[in-house]
C-alpha cells in the first residue's frame, strides 16, 4: 500500500512536547448513542494488499475496524472517521516515540526548571478560587496548595496553549499497529520507516498504537458525553486534555462535576481542579500523610520521580514553608 500524493503532502514533522501518563481504564458506554449498539463486536479481516483500491479509504477503513471492535456502531465510526478534518500525518508517531520523560534543571538538581513567578501566580491563584477550593477541600482532603502545584507544571494554571487536535493525534498513533500502513511509509516517510525496522521501537510504537486505538474510542465517547464535535477537540501532542492534562479515559473514571453544572468536562477549570483532587484522593494522597504516601500519589499522575520532586517543591513553596 502506498499513501495518496495528497495525502503524503500532508506530513510534516515537528519537535514534541512532554505531557502526562496517565493509565487507561475501562468504562460503560452502553448508554451513549452510536456505542455498543451492534450486537457483537466486529471482528472484521485486514485487507489484504492485493485488495487495496484506493489507499486512503484502505486506512480509514481500519481505523473504523478498531473503533467497530470497540463497540462502536459502524455507520457512526465511518462517518468520524470519513470526516476530511482527520489528516493522516504519520509524524504523530514518531513525536510520541520521542517524547522524553521530565528533565531535571543544572541548576536545580533532580527538580524541573519553572519560573518563580508562577508561585506568586500560583498564589493568586488560590486567592481567586478560594470559595471552589474550600469545597474541594472539604470533599476530597486536598488542599488548594497540591492542585494548584500540578497545574502550575501541567500547563502554567490553564494558560499554556494546546494546539493538536485529540482525534488526528490518537487516529494516528493507532496507526502504528497496521502493517500495511507501516509498509506504506517507506517511499513516503523513510527516517521513521528506518526507526520502525527495529524490532524494539517497533514494539514500543505497537504499545503506544494499541494504547492510542482505546483513547480514541474514549475521547469520541466523552465527546459525545459533552455534546462536542471530537474533531474539534484540542490537547497536547499525546492527546491529554484540559487544564489538568488528562487522558480521555483516565478523565471518564475519575473526572467529576466541580461547579455542579450537571457536567464533568476536562476543559472547565473548576471541573479539572475538583478532578486532580479526585485522582489524587484515589492515588491515596493524604495531606497529612507520610513523604512516601504522598509521592507515591503524585507518582501515579506522572511516573517520574524528577515530576514528584518538582510538585512537591511547589506544593511546599505556594504553602509558604
Known sequence: MKLHPILCATITVMLVLCSCSHHKEIHETAAIPGVGESTTPAQLPPSSPQSVQNPEDEIRGYLVRLLEEQGLQREYAQNLIGDPRLIFDPGFILKNLRISPPRASPKTPGIMEYDPVYVLRGRSFIDTNLKQFSLIQDRYGTSPEIITAILIVETRLGTYPMRYRAMRVFANMALAQDPLFIASLEGHYKGLSELLRDDAVLKVATAKAKWASGELFELIVLSRELGLDPHEIKGSVSGALGPAQFIPSTFR????????????????????????ASYLKSSGWREDGDEQRRRTAIWRYNHSDIYVNTILKLYQELSGS
Open 253 to 276: 473514571k475519575y473526572g467529576v462535576d466541580g461547579d455542579g453544572d450537571g457536567k464533568k468536562d476536562p476543559f472547565n477549570m473548576a471541573d479539572a481542579m475538583a478532578s486532580i
